[in-house]
Nanobody, 121 residues
């Protein structure tokens, strides 16, 4: 199985910065995409940013130019640097990993437990 441990959430004022990190562990043979999603109260979970194994990235329009996603393939970690935070960025942020386990032929999606990010105005 895959365990995802998230860290870095918290409370910050508008305009501030936070850095989220997620470490994947377990019987992992290969990781394709890693990413962050978020869910605000009363809303559906939405993509924030993803990064695939070759370093290609994808961002939600609402965070382009403010957030930066990165990964360390040697440590199976993914990070999200969030700058110029806005109150509308307030949500629970979830780490997501698309991984293949040893002795498995397919990739599956795994989710972290989520970390709260609150941006005050």
């Amino acid at each position: 199985q895959v365990q995802l441990v998230e860290s870095g959430g918290g409370l910050v004022q508008a305009g501030g910065s936070l850095r989220l990190s997620c470490a994947a562990s377990g019987t992992i043979a290969s990781i394709n995409a890693m990413g962050w999603y978020r869910q605000a109260p009363g809303k559906q979970r939405e993509l924030v940013a993803t990064i695939i194994s070759d370093g290609s990235t994808n961002y939600a329009d609402s965070v382009k130019g403010r957030f930066n996603i990165s990964r360390d393939n040697t440590k199976n970690t993914v990070s999200l640097q969030m700058n110029s935070l806005k109150p509308e960025d307030t949500a629970v942020y979830y780490c997501n990993v698309d991984a293949r386990l040893y002795f498995r032929a397919v990739f599956s999606a795994y989710w972290g437990q989520g970390t709260q990010v609150t941006v005050s105005s």
